[in-house]
């Protein structure tokens, strides 16, 4: 059923009025966009930039590789955790104010990353930055859907989604300029002029909408079990690598999941205002939509992960030179975004998806033949027909999820959507290196004896497998050309077998997502924040 509500607009002075009085700059739809674009490009262009600067970072500080992990997973857990939280926060007090926080506590906590001088504050910092981020995303979507006509909503998620991949083909490209010409810092403190042009913006530009039944109170015990339940799985998924999956830490953390998950959803039965009221999931299209996009970032991120390591490890590119080549990929998504919210408005999100999840299975089972003399053109083609794609999943699935809940609730169902993200690509990743793992562990040994190569103690064997795991060659120091060409064609040729049985695996789940695809539809409540605007 479509949610009845009324819409209102607040103005800078908090005077509240019909949204289509409006004049003047402020809610302009376009506007808006181009408001919200600049804090998204900031959060997702950090996301990939930090990647190239952890290695100096390492290095600046002294700091273990334990360590250098947590910048990356604190991050990650804090964005997690958070996401549906800070939706949710969004729907109480205004997306608008949420965003701009978001905004504002982003480039603090980067300026503060740039000014640490030990590890620990740059691993608290990075965390803050984690929180904040969470909160810029989903207010982000929800001011979207409320200042944009139904019919030009999926054009406008187009121009978000080009957004988030030119930022993030930008990322490892501009890290590494900045990490060689300047220095590890300068990548946190790009985001303090970025941030300042965001909130400039934000502060003259965005028009606070809310429903007039938007959420007054806190499902404050519902948060805490979300947030442990969240917490758990996510740090289970990190930690799973490195103590297996069958040792009791990584069972336990994921039965805590759970537990946690089924007494939220047991709560959430019970409380007056939940914080996700579980009739959203009444909505097939909205539930199909949020597992199309835990397996889209399962089979992308998961696949991802492997690639970045063929091109500097297999291939020998620099951080820079992979970011080059992986420009097809990112490219298209930049091409294939707003062309897809076109798309999508004439026709329906159900098409597009189910052959964009399919163009990504073949291009998953593409990747799965490459080998380590494959040619720049050939992986172009199988980057670009990935993503290509995904162009079609990353907006439909978002205007199906966001579409498909009460203007209420967008924040939500923003967080929602952001979440599943977070989870798949978490999910996809552990399990894509285990599976990774398991190869390496099945022939490494046997490719090494065939190849006549001097005998290695189990000690020695586990060590070099650590390290074909990601590619890189266990060539010890002064021994002959021919020896350390033939350990290094073991190695290469052993992660690409790793490689290539994960994308088998990435394209099976492809395929998977694609008949999920075929249960969505245009949102039922996609026209509720029509009213809010005039274009």
Same mark, same amino acid.
Request: proline fraction near 5%.
């Given at each position: ?78 964005? @997690?955790? $958070? ?16 965003? #701009? ?18 590890? =620990? ?16 995303? &989903? ?10 006509? %139904? =019919? ?19 990322? +490892?490209?501009?890290?590494?300029? #900045?990490? =060689? ?33 938007? &959420?007054?109170?806190?499902?404050? /015990? ?10 758990? #799985? ?39 205002? +939940?914080?996700? +009221? ?20 399962? @089979? ?18 620099? /951080? ?6 992986? #420009? ?11 062309? !897809? ?20 299975? *073949? ?8 080998? +380590? ?36 609730? $967008? ?7 952001? !979440? ?14 285990? *599976? ?37 060659? /266990?060539? &010890?120091?002064?021994? &002959? ?24 695996? !990435?394209?099976? *789940? ?17 026209? %509720?924040? @029509? ?5």
């Amino acid at each position: 059923m479509t949610s009845q509500i009324t819409v209102k607009a607040r103005g800078p002075a908090g005077g509240q009025g019909p949204a289509s009085a409006r004049t003047g700059l402020r809610g302009h739809p376009w506007l808006t966009l181009f408001a919200v674009a600049i804090g998204v490009m900031m959060v997702t262009l950090d996301g990939t930039i930090v990647a190239v600067a952890n290695p100096a970072i390492q290095k600046d500080l002294g700091a273990s590789l334990a360590d250098v992990q947590w910048i990356t997973n604190g991050y990650l857990l804090a964005l @997690a955790v $958070s996401l549906i939280t800070a939706g949710k926060l969004g729907d109480r007090f205004g997306h608008r104010q949420t965003f #701009l926080i978001g905004i504002a506590g982003f480039a603090v906590s980067s300026a503060a990353i740039g000014l640490s001088t030990g590890v =620990e504050l740059v691993i608290g910092f990075r965390v803050a930055q984690g929180l904040f981020g969470a909160l810029l995303m &989903p207010a982000a979507l929800g001011l979207l859907r409320a200042t944009f006509p %139904a =019919e030009k909503l999926n054009m406008a998620i187009g121009i978000w989604g080009m957004v988030i991949g030119a930022s993030t083909a930008a990322g +490892p490209i501009v890290g590494g300029l #900045l990490v =060689e010409h300047v220095n590890w810092q300068s990548v946190f403190f790009i985001n303090v002029p970025v941030g300042i042009i965001a909130l400039a913006f934000g502060l003259f530009i965005l028009l606070d909408h809310r429903a007039e039944n938007a &959420p007054r109170s806190f499902d404050v /015990p519902g948060i805490l079990l979300l947030s442990g339940a969240m917490f758990s #799985l996510i740090w289970a998924l990190i930690k799973a690598a490195e103590w297996g999956w069958g040792d009791w830490k990584t069972l336990f953390f994921l039965a805590a999941s759970v537990i946690l998950f089924v007494l939220f959803a047991v709560w959430e039965t019970k409380v007056s205002e +939940p914080l996700i +009221p579980l009739g959203m999931f009444r909505s097939v299209p909205l539930s199909a939509g949020t597992v199309l996009m835990v397996l889209m970032a399962f @089979a992308f991120m998961g696949g991802l992960f492997f690639v970045t390591f063929y091109l500097q490890n297999v291939h020998g590119m620099s /951080p820079v030179d992979s970011g080059l080549h992986l #420009l097809p990929l990112t490219g298209m998504m930049i091409i294939g975004s707003p062309l !897809a919210g076109a798309a999508i408005t004439k026709v329906g999100p159900r098409v597009p998806l189910v052959a964009g999840m399919v163009a990504t299975a *073949v291009a998953c089972f593409g990747m799965a033949r490459l080998t +380590p003399d494959t040619a720049t053109l050939t992986m172009s083609i199988w980057f670009a027909l990935l993503g290509l794609g995904l162009a079609p999943v990353m907006v439909g699935a978002t205007e199906v999820i966001v579409g498909n809940a009460p203007l209420e609730l $967008s924040g939500v169902a923003g967080g929602l959507q952001q !979440a599943a993200m977070q989870v798949g690509g978490s999910l996809g990743t552990a399990v894509l290196g285990a *599976v990774m793992a398991g190869t390496v562990s099945d022939s490494f040994g046997d490719n090494w004896i065939k190849a006549q190569l001097p005998p290695l103690t189990p000690e020695q064997l586990d060590l070099a497998e650590k390290g074909v795991q990601v590619g890189i060659a /266990p060539v &010890p120091e002064g021994v &002959p050309a021919e020896v350390a060409q033939a350990i290094t064609t073991v190695a290469h040729d052993t992660f690409v077998s790793g490689m290539s049985t994960a994308f088998t695996v !990435a394209g099976v *789940v492809a395929v998977l997502a694609a008949v999920v695809a075929c249960f969505t539809k245009r949102g039922d409540n996609a026209a %509720a924040g @029509a009213g809010a605007a005039h274009i």
